[in-house]
């Protein structure tokens, strides 16, 4: 079979599209990443357009986010006070996706997905300091807002418009700046992609750039995989989710280079 026809063969089948949203939705629970690291070099390999890939990860989070901060919020692993303005800044930043994406060429928006990454591999995994700042530089309540807004909407405009959720660059900010390490951040950085998917999604749908049929199907694989994810942070440490980060970032690097350069 060429390879033309093995990728209209394996997008003619929702399984496949199911079997990415459940690994995506585990990704979620676990890491309080949207799951595009994962769908988005995914899908360029089953033949989709860049476009049409950021499209479809933007859905899938809508729906493991809002069930993964359910979760969390019933475990009483979230900080309530913080992830709304991260969030609301999320809405704000993510508003301009749809243009984003609209106006930038392909090539560069994935060259842009892989430097997002690296930045956050470098910033995330391999700098442990960031990982819990001990005397984080903002101290000040109202400053801590103005800082949390400003974290939301940066990563909102750059993180949505590429199909990632955010919290591969939100972990790294609050880490810095709040002193908040990686396993806290998760519950954080899922309700953040609740505001900023959905204000991406119909940023992204008003230009025509999301396959709804796809996006749904991945969507509710996603759901369950969510459970699985935050039942499995509950019983690693940090310092084995610390590994388990750098084996996806490696992924999501290997499969957007190759990608990218062929």
């Not at 919020?73 to 984003?100: C, Q």
């Not at 049929?213 to 969507?219: A, D, L, R």
Request: charged share 10%.
């Amino acid at each position: 079979m060429q390879d033309s026809q093995l990728v209209d063969f394996l997008q003619d089948y929702d399984i496949i599209f199911g079997v990415l949203g459940f690994i995506s939705g585990i990704a979620a629970g676990f890491f309080g990443i949207g799951g595009g690291v994962i769908i988005v070099p995914c899908l360029l390999f089953l033949g989709m357009s860049m476009e049409y890939a950021i499209g479809i990860s933007i859905m899938q989070m809508m729906f493991s986010s809002v069930f993964g901060t359910l979760l969390n919020l019933i475990r009483k692993n979230l900080d309530i006070k913080i992830g709304i303005f991260v969030g609301i800044g999320g809405l704000i930043g993510a508003s301009f996706s749809g243009f984003i994406v609209l106006l930038l060429p392909s090539k560069l928006l994935l060259g842009l997905f892989i430097a997002l990454t690296l930045f956050s591999l470098k910033k995330y995994v391999f700098n442990t300091k960031t990982t819990a700042n001990p005397n984080p530089p903002i101290t000040n309540p109202n400053a801590q807002k103005l800082v949390m807004l400003a974290i939301g909407t940066i990563t909102g405009i750059f993180a949505i418009s590429l199909g990632i959720g955010g919290g591969l660059i939100i972990g790294p900010l609050l880490a810095y700046f709040l002193g908040i390490d990686s396993k806290k951040a998760v519950p954080i950085a899922l309700l953040f992609i609740i505001f900023a998917s959905i204000s991406g999604f119909f940023s992204l749908y008003s230009c025509n750039l999301i396959d709804i049929h796809k996006g749904f199907v991945i969507g509710i694989f996603a759901f369950l995989g969510v459970v699985v994810g935050i039942k499995i942070l509950d019983l690693v440490s940090l310092a084995n989710h610390r590994y388990a980060l750098i084996v996806i970032y490696l992924f999501s690097l290997c499969a957007s280079g190759y990608k990218f350069f062929f």
